[in-house]
């Protein structure tokens, strides 16, 4: 195997993208050749505009993961950052103030906006960030349209009793802590798919779902029109990684979201939500499913809807464990 596709959130894809990676140069991946190449197909509708700036939270968590500079600690943005811009803008009283934009992040955010405005497509200007980061895989937006998920929350001040907020005011200023009453993505479905994406994955030889957010990671690129489709019709084996351990988010929030769609939260339910593509329902997208070992009793229900499912070890604690995690998920699906 030779070409492998994932579709990819920001940190539970990063992280995973890392394992992969490091599995796939050590030759530690049943099958699958040391040169093979790794094509990531990333979200884009967290994306936003901020203070005039294009900021793509989940293509820059990848690209700084992979290039190694991101701050370890927090797992997103610049290593070793400053934060004399967001001071000064407080200082003018420069709303919103909750988002943390460092001062070399920053700079990514001014040459992407430079080049965006310039007429670039995001692909392109995807390309040309990483040109310096080198992540070692092909990094793809899932489209280079204005995409953008947006959160309805309960607002008793409201004439509706609802307000729609940004993704991520809702999950930086607010930190998910009251519910998601509905999930919209604005424009995802006048969106098209970015050059190379549909080929990434009907050309490939192996297509993962990583551990990434279900509803606001994976789901919106599944959204993408065509995306889908090109999922169900490669000749490639889909195998999924369920970032649900224990009946939990691993890290993050990710619990909210899924609640928002009637999907209850454990990894069964997430792998039967995405469906089998050889199953009765219509839409399902994966030919295998691995839970973590506490979700061990979940492996039945899972196989009887048509998925080949195994419960291993789904902690992505160093580079060894996440690169054993994609190797399981090969062997599940070859
Ligand atoms: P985001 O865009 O930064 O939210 O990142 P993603 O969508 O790619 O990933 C977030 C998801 O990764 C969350 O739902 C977490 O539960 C999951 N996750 C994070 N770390 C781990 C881990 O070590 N193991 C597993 N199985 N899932 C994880
Ligand atoms: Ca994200």
Not at 6 to 26: C, E, I, P, T
Not at 90 to 102: D, I, K, N, R
Request: hydrophobic share 45%.
């Amino acid at each position: 195997m030779k070409n492998i596709t994932v579709l990819s959130g920001g940190m539970g894809g990063a992280r995973f993208l890392q394992g992969l990676r490091h599995a796939v140069a050590h030759g530690t991946l049943p099958g699958v050749a040391a040169d093979a190449e790794i094509t990531v197909v990333a979200n884009t509708a967290d994306d936003l505009w901020m203070h005039g700036l294009k900021i793509c939270p989940d293509l820059d968590t990848v690209m700084y993961t992979l290039g190694d500079g991101i701050d370890l600690e927090r797992g997103w943005g610049r290593r070793d950052e400053s934060w004399s811009v967001k001071d000064e803008l407080a200082a003018y009283g420069v709303e919103p103030t909750w988002f943390g934009l460092g001062d070399r992040d920053i700079a990514t955010h001014l040459v992407r906006t430079q080049m965006l405005d310039a007429g670039y497509p995001l692909s392109a200007v995807t390309g040309a960030l990483c040109n310096r980061w080198r992540p070692g895989v092909r990094l793809l937006p899932m489209t280079d349209d204005r995409v953008e998920t947006h959160v309805a929350i309960a607002d008793p001040s409201a004439p509706s009793g609802r307000r729609v907020v940004h993704f991520q005011e809702y999950w930086v200023r607010l930190r998910a802590a009251v519910p998601a009453e509905a999930v919209v993505v604005v424009g995802l479905e006048e969106s098209t798919p970015a050059p190379g994406v549909l080929d990434a994955i009907t050309g490939a030889d192996l297509v993962f779902l990583p551990p990434s957010n279900p509803v606001v990671s994976v789901g919106t690129i599944l959204g993408v029109p065509g995306v889908r489709d090109a999922l169900r019709a490669t000749e490639a084996p889909v195998v999924g990684l369920s970032p649900i351990v224990g009946g939990t988010h691993v890290r993050g929030m990710a619990h909210q979201m899924l609640t928002s769609i009637g999907v209850e939260v454990t990894a069964g339910a997430v792998g039967l939500h995405y469906g089998s593509r050889a199953g009765a329902g219509a839409g399902g997208v994966l030919d295998g499913w691995l839970v973590d070992e506490q979700d061990a009793d979940q492996v039945d229900a899972v196989r009887a809807a048509g998925l080949a499912c195994a419960a291993v070890p789904l902690m992505m604690t160093d580079l060894d464990a996440t690169a054993a995690m994609a190797a399981a998920a090969v062997e599940l699906v070859r």
